[in-house]
């Protein structure tokens, strides 16, 4: 069975850096693509970064301070958040794609970019 396990959220100042993970069960690699999303309050799940076969890409509001990074070995997918501001705040969720099935959710992690 899938499963997605995020960690890393927290209270960060505006400046602040956070390393979100997710560890993908049974294996990473049987996902083409993984990527990471942002819900804040009453808005709708967008793409913050995503990663395919290697090629990087990223939200225009988070390009130059997010890096996201997958490692196939440790079965895990990262976001390195640097220079948070406020409107980073938001739920945090991991999701992994692969041809002709749904996609997989993390529970998602919570992150606060206090001003």
């Known amino acids: 069975q899938v499963q997605l396990v995020e960690s890393g959220g927290g209270l960060v100042q505006a400046g602040g850096s956070l390393r979100l993970s997710c560890v993908v069960s049974?294996?990473?690699?049987?996902?083409?693509?993984v990527g990471w999303y942002r819900q804040a309050p009453r808005n709708q799940r967008d793409l913050v970064a995503s990663?395919?076969?290697?090629?990087?890409k990223y939200a225009d509001s988070v390009q130059g301070r997010f890096t996201i990074s997958r490692d196939n070995a440790r079965n895990a997918v990262y976001l390195q958040m640097d220079n948070l501001k406020p409107e980073d705040t938001g739920a945090y969720y991991c999701?992994?794609?692969?041809?002709?099935?749904?996609?997989?959710w993390g529970q998602g992690t919570l992150v606060t970019v206090s001003s």
């Open positions: 999701r992994a794609d692969r041809p002709f099935d749904r996609p997989s």
């Open positions: 049974p294996s990473i690699s049987i996902f083409r693509d």
């Open positions: 990663i395919t076969g290697g090629k990087t």
